[in-house]
């Protein structure tokens, strides 16, 4: 009569080698998970980050003085030509600012708001140059 030991003494091999195989079959998709999350983090930091630059150049760009935003509006004449505010061409992670005096009341009757527009009021734009992010704000002489 064998003994419980004698038994089970060929099951090792074979268990071993099954363990291995699953370790090496679930191994490489897990692998893959990880380098998926660390590029997924990786793409959403550079996205934080351009955002973050945005805002930011939005914010300087309104701490400007009204009077040199309004005529660096009138001097463009075109709301539709980055500023002297904006990124050197080449920049990375160019951000662009556009300004134009806002016509709130369409005096020229064009229905176009950048315009013909109305002294006191600036709309100011910027954006990535990719057009990823677009920020937009209307600007009210003191």
Known sequence: MKTI?????G????????AVVLVATCL????????????????QADQRDALHSTTSLMEQTLSTRYQ?????????NDATVA??????????????V?????????ADSDNDP???????????????ADGRYDLQNLL???
């Open 5 to 9: 030991r004698q038994a089970t003494a």
């Open 11 to 18: 099951y090792a091999y074979v268990e071993v080698l099954i």
């Open 28 to 43: 490489a998709p897990m692998v893959e998970t990880i380098a998926q999350a660390v590029r997924i983090q990786t793409q």
């Open 68 to 76: 040199a935003l309004d005529l660096e509006a009138i001097a463009v």
């Open 83 to 96: 500023t002297a505010y904006s990124d050197p061409t080449g920049t990375d992670n160019q951000r662009l």
């Open 98 to 106: 556009y300004l134009a005096r806002y016509d709130i009341d369409n």
């Open 114 to 128: 950048l315009t013909g527009g109305d002294a006191g009021l600036l709309w100011i734009r910027v954006t990535s």
């Open 140 to 142: 009210a002489a003191p």
